[in-house]
């Protein structure tokens, strides 16, 4: 946008100006911004919807230090565990067993797997649906796409987003997760959510964030795609000698 500056007939320059602020945002990312512009257009999203979705977005450079201190590797299994799965947690998951049981029943005989199971998932990712993460997650993504470790990783994710957005399955407003990007009821990565997700509600768009139906279905379908087999435990104590 410094090219602005140099147009001789001011009525032009100030033309020009109205439509900077949007470049402006992701001009605070370097030549990686406009990197990532040029590739969400390549993968068809338009350039000006690019520019709106980015128009307040700056980075976030509080993201970094999280990328070497995630908890599933730097805390102890059952520290972990303990902090996950509590006597709250566990009556809460009851609760919801009963509540949504015709939905979790109707999951169960469509993808095979167990309520309790996708219950259990739904309870130790958002407690429910409570925590979802506070990050907005087009900054995250775009920080984490520029900086540090695994930016060719978190480049397509925010592409994933940018993408899940531009067809109307997201409403970009308000869109928030962890810090990683992981966001919605499961906490779902935007790449997942896009082979993943299905429509669990049948309205026409698959909204993991605010649809019940919609995250419960797709949790059930990551199991089965990732090769869930029903009556197997998920994990068994072995002591090492």
Not at 93 to 106: I, N, Q, V, Y
Not at 112 to 134: F, L
Not at 193 to 211: H, K, M, P, Q
Request: with cysteine; aromatic share 8%.
């Amino acid at each position: 946008m410094k090219s602005i500056r140099m147009v001789p007939a001011l009525g032009l320059a100030c033309v020009l100006a109205v439509a900077a602020p949007a470049h402006a945002a992701l001009a605070d990312f370097g030549s990686c911004g406009a990197g990532l512009r040029d590739a969400a257009v390549a993968q068809g999203v338009s350039a000006g919807r690019v520019d709106d979705l980015f128009a307040s977005v700056v980075p976030d450079m509080s993201v970094l230090p999280l990328l070497d201190a995630q908890p599933e590797f730097t805390t102890p299994i059952w520290d972990y565990l303990a902090a996950l799965v509590d006597a709250q947690r566990v009556a809460d998951g009851r609760a919801m067993l009963a509540t949504h049981r015709d939905l979790l029943d109707r999951i169960a005989a469509e993808y095979g797997v167990d309520p309790a199971t996708v219950v259990a998932v739904w309870g130790v990712e958002s407690d429910y649906g409570r925590i979802a993460g506070k990050r907005p997650l087009l900054q995250s993504l775009a920080t984490l796409s520029c900086n540090g470790r695994r930016q060719p990783f978190f480049r397509g994710e925010l592409l994933a987003l940018l993408k899940l957005i531009d067809r109307g399955d997201l409403v970009a407003d308000g869109l928030t997760g962890s810090w990683a990007g992981a966001f919605g009821q499961t906490q779902f990565m935007p790449s997942t959510y896009a082979r993943i997700a299905v429509d669990g509600d049948g309205d026409g768009r698959r909204d993991l964030v605010a649809s019940i139906p919609d995250a419960l279905a797709s949790t059930a379908n990551y199991l089965k795609q990732s090769g869930w087999r029903s009556g197997q435990p998920w994990g068994v104590e072995v002591r090492l000698p």
